[in-house]
């Protein structure tokens, strides 16, 4: 059972051009997070959907930030005309419930360097 | 949320018990203890939650005090694989994590 999955990797982009960063969840998990790492610093939340839903956006920036999950394929996190600020690790996690509790599973991350 | 508070880093001695606590004393009563660690820069990885009893798994024992303002994490026979950042969220729903600086834990040999 493979788990969360991420791509790319690692994501190197010049100030000012798109960054798409992908995940898709689990097998049988309908939930999906994003979180953001800064260096040296702990994840902060940005964005919870579920299949074609936002459920709670309130850890994104206002501006340039945008996320889906589509019917099919993986949640995209999109990133328009980055700055260097943007640069960080983007982990995507995964569950199957937002029930009571719910163990997310998070993914291998995303390193975006912005040049 | 309530807010958690854990010392930045503690060593543990290979084999040995690592105990790792966390204050959250303005908890409220529907609010979830959980723990979570990110070894080196790999997404974070669950371990262990509880209400008010304590819980046990394969990975670790969590112990909350009778009035649920602090908690602790104990691994029972640390290795150097667990040298990590555990992270200790107390939430009501666990849709929006709030990683703090959490715990550095460094496992010597």
């Known amino acids: 059972n493979a788990g969360v999955m991420q791509n790319p990797r690692h994501l190197v982009r010049r100030r000012g051009q798109e960054a798409r960063l992908r995940c898709s969840p689990m097998k049988g998990h309908s939930h999906v997070y994003w979180y953001r790492q800064l260096p040296e610093e702990g994840l902060k939340f940005m964005v919870y959907?579920?299949?074609?839903?936002?459920?709670?956006e309130s850890g994104m920036p206002k501006e340039r930030f945008s996320a889906e999950f589509p019917k099919e394929g993986p949640s995209i996190l999109r990133i328009q005309q980055v700055v260097r600020g943007d640069s960080a690790a983007y982990f995507c996690?995964?569950?199957?419930?937002?029930?009571?509790?719910?163990?997310?599973?998070f993914g291998p991350g995303t390193r975006l360097t912005v040049l | 949320d309530a807010k958690t508070t854990q010392p930045p880093s503690m060593d543990c001695a290979e084999g040995r018990a690592a105990n790792l606590p966390c204050n959250h004393s303005?908890?409220?009563?529907?609010?979830?203890v959980y723990w979570y660690r990110q070894i080196h820069s790999q997404g974070p990885q669950y371990i262990i939650h509880?209400?008010?009893n304590n819980e046990t798994n394969e990975m670790a024992s969590l112990i909350i005090t009778e009035d649920r303002k602090s908690s602790t994490l104990i691994l029972p026979h640390a290795t150097l694989r667990d040298t990590a950042v555990y992270y200790c969220i107390v939430r009501v729903w666990a849709n929006n994590l709030f990683f703090g600086t959490g715990t550095r834990l460094t496992v010597i040999p």
């Open positions: 959907l579920q299949k074609e839903n936002i459920i709670d």
């Open positions: 996690a995964s569950s199957g419930l937002a029930a009571e509790y719910n163990e997310q599973f």
């Open positions: 509880g209400l008010k």
């Open positions: 303005t908890i409220s009563g529907n609010e979830y």
